[in-house]
């Protein structure tokens, strides 16, 4: 269903963490960290809480995933399609993975997507959508299709934050899929955790291990994302290091910084050679604009929320926190009458896909359609 509500698109998440080009600015750092740490306990689900609007960015979190797909300077997901070698596809998609990785401003968020939410943006060929298709636990799938480049993507995300204390660890469990498919190329890659710390100093980081895969041509990629951990190391702040296999033996190095640049080492000759550079991929990048506002859907993030973004951009804390309440209770008052009826939320059936759960797999979806049509929301290269 179309809607005459008006979208507020703000600009995409800039290497600073802040949005790029944009008149928001995050509220006072000491006033939302005790405001923070007095509404949870350790151990805390965070799935569950509900944040004022002080502690949000203007987007939901469905924005963020698809931006990180299509929001860039440097197309680095269509090197991936391009490459001749399965050599430089892979290490293309390395690239490619790391780009998608953006910072986020400390002691903020963005909000939670509502149950059935829909983000659909088209840049050039590339068309994406984002659905959210579970509340509690909170799931999203990302589909993607680029038929110039013969690219697919499906992704199926839930992150899940607990409280620990000194920070806030977010695990991103499901699939993240990409696939070339004039080579017949499926490329698998999970997702590094986000960690929020207040203490000894407030910093937020992707940390931990990240898996790359291509079954059909058997090469791998171990990478480790590094941050600070009591004392603070420049050198090992926002690091990365790793390395592809082919038949368990290592035939590249991968070393650098993911928010500045990376580079990749020939073992076999010792040739190093950079294979991302952030600044060249990510900075500048345009927010999207509505190009079709009659194509534009009710579910649309950007309307769902543009109340409550608008006065966040404004600093009008009373009025957002009035709207982003009275959406949240709608949410409360659709779960009410599904479980008055005997529905459980499971059997929520999404518009856009097919969503299974099991205790082995995890979450996994599965598009209803083959390709994403053309947005009425476009990025503008």
Same mark, same amino acid.
Request: charged share 25%; with cysteine; net charge neutral.
């Given at each position: ?6 979208a ?34 350790p ?76 983000h ?43 409280f ?9 469990? $499901? ?10 190329e499926?490329?698998?890659i ?17 940390? $931990?291990?990240?898996?790359?895969r291509?079954?059909?041509?058997g ?7 590094? $941050? ?11 690091s990365?290091? $790793? ?63 543009s ?75």
């Amino acid at each position: 269903m179309v809607t005459d509500t008006e979208a507020v698109l703000t600009a995409p998440l800039s290497l600073e963490g802040e949005e790029s080009n944009s008149e928001y600015r995050t509220p006072n750092i000491i006033q939302r960290i005790l405001s923070l740490l007095s509404s949870v306990r350790p151990g805390s689900d965070l799935t569950k809480l509900q944040l004022p609007p002080q502690f949000n960015i203007p987007k939901s979190q469905l924005q963020c995933y698809a931006e990180s797909v299509y929001c860039f300077r440097s197309n680095m997901l269509s090197k991936c399609a391009r490459a001749d070698t399965p050599c430089e596809r892979f290490i293309a998609v390395v690239a490619w993975s790391i780009s998608t990785l953006r910072p986020l401003p400390f002691g903020v968020a963005p909000y939670n997507p509502v149950l059935g939410e829909t983000h659909h943006v088209s840049r050039g060929s590339l068309n994406v959508l984002v659905e959210q298709v579970s509340h509690h636990p909170p799931v999203t799938a990302l589909q993607a299709t680029d038929e110039e480049e013969n690219i697919q993507m499906i992704w199926c995300q839930s992150p899940m934050p607990k409280f620990h204390g000194t920070h806030i660890e977010t695990e991103v469990h $499901g699939k993240r899929e990409l696939k070339i498919v004039n080579k017949s190329e499926t490329y698998s890659i999970n997702s590094p955790k986000l960690v929020i710390r207040f203490l000894p100093f407030p910093s937020v980081d992707w940390l $931990g291990n990240v898996k790359i895969r291509c079954q059909e041509t058997g090469l791998e990629a171990e990478l480790d994302y590094r $941050g600070y951990t009591f004392l603070p190391r420049p050198s090992v702040y926002r690091s990365i290091k $790793g390395k592809i296999f082919l038949s368990s033996n290592i035939i590249y190095e991968i070393d650098g910084h993911w928010d500045r640049s990376v580079t990749v080492k020939d073992v076999s000759t010792g040739r190093t050679r950079s294979i991302y550079d952030a600044k060249e991929a990510l900075s500048g990048m345009k927010p999207p604009i509505v190009k079709e506002p009659k194509g534009v859907w009710e579910s649309e993030s950007s309307v769902v929320w543009s109340e409550v973004s608008r006065a966040i951009v404004e600093k009008r804390w009373d009025k957002a926190r009035e709207v982003k309440s009275c959406i949240e209770e709608k949410q409360r008052e659709i779960a009410r009458e599904r479980k008055s009826k005997g529905e459980e939320e499971e059997d929520y059936a999404p518009k856009y896909f097919k969503v299974s759960h099991t205790k082995e797999s995890g979450w996994d979806c599965l598009p209803n359609y083959k390709f994403v049509p053309p947005a009425p929301i476009i990025v503008e290269d």
